[in-house]
């Protein structure tokens, strides 16, 4: 069974630099495209990038291209997003998901982690 | 960039009823890679269909979805209690983008 589990709550100030985590378990971790898609709070679904593990090849959303940087570490099945200086507007819960739905332009997302919230204030 | 917008905003139904949810994109979705998710309170999304008809993995039937081109539905037969929360589209024709959402509640 596909689990993808991802690291605890956190909060931080801004300023702070933040990497956050999604394990990819139940399927090959290499094979698949994982994403990150962000909902600020009572908001909709904002894709923000992707990874592919086997090359660690990655996609950027236009929104979210030089905020955040995405990789992966296929060694442990995990994939991360990461801030270098966060601002309040960063706070919101943000889930990986598996991009199972592929045709090689773009990415469906079959399967999701459970959601980290991030809160930054000062 | 490919904008998607869901109609109506809200859908007051009760269990039992016929629910049509829109989805409209600003330019053609080509291939019909388009997507929608169920998200219930504290949940994450869901996947319920891709390939704008084809459902996922566990999804019941009296789940549908339909279109082509800028125009999609999604069709839900007959409520279940289960069943009142938001639904949003999302296209995988290019770089992803999601519709704002359609919340379905209870009447």
């Known amino acids: 069974e596909v689990h993808l589990v991802q690291s605890a709550a956190e909060v931080k100030k801004p300023g702070e630099s933040l990497k956050i985590s999604c394990k990819g378990s139940?399927?090959?971790?290499?094979?698949?495209?994982i994403g990150w898609v962000r909902q600020m709070p009572g908001k909709g679904l904002e894709w923000m990038g992707i990874?592919?593990?086997?090359?660690?090849?990655?996609r950027y959303s236009p929104s979210f291209q030089g905020q955040v940087t995405i990789s992966a570490d296929k060694s442990i099945s995990t994939a991360y997003l990461q801030w270098s200086s966060l601002k309040a507007s960063d706070t919101a819960m943000y889930y990986c998901?598996?991009?199972?739905?592929?045709w090689g332009g773009g990415w469906g997302f079959d399967y999701w982690g459970q959601g980290t919230l991030v809160t930054v204030s000062s | 960039e490919i904008v998607l917008t869901q109609s109506p905003d809200t859908l007051s139904l009760s269990p039992g009823e016929r629910a049509t949810l829109s989805c409209r994109a600003s330019?053609?979705?080509?291939?019909?890679?388009l997507a929608w998710y169920q998200q219930k309170p504290g949940q994450p999304p869901s996947l319920l269909i891709y390939?704008?008809?084809s459902r996922a993995t566990g999804i019941p039937d009296r789940f549908s979805g339909s279109g082509s081109g800028t125009d999609f539905s999604l069709i839900i037969s007959r409520l279940e209690p289960e069943d009142f929360a938001v639904y949003y589209c999302?296209?995988?024709?290019?770089?992803?983008?999601f519709g704002p959402g359609t919340k379905v509640d209870i009447k």
């Open positions: 999302q296209q995988y024709a290019g770089s992803p983008t």
């Open positions: 330019q053609g979705v080509s291939g019909s890679y």
């Open positions: 390939g704008a008809s």
């Open positions: 139940g399927y090959s971790f290499t094979s698949y495209w």
């Open positions: 990874v592919y593990p086997g090359d660690s090849g990655t």
């Open positions: 998901a598996r991009g199972g739905i592929y």
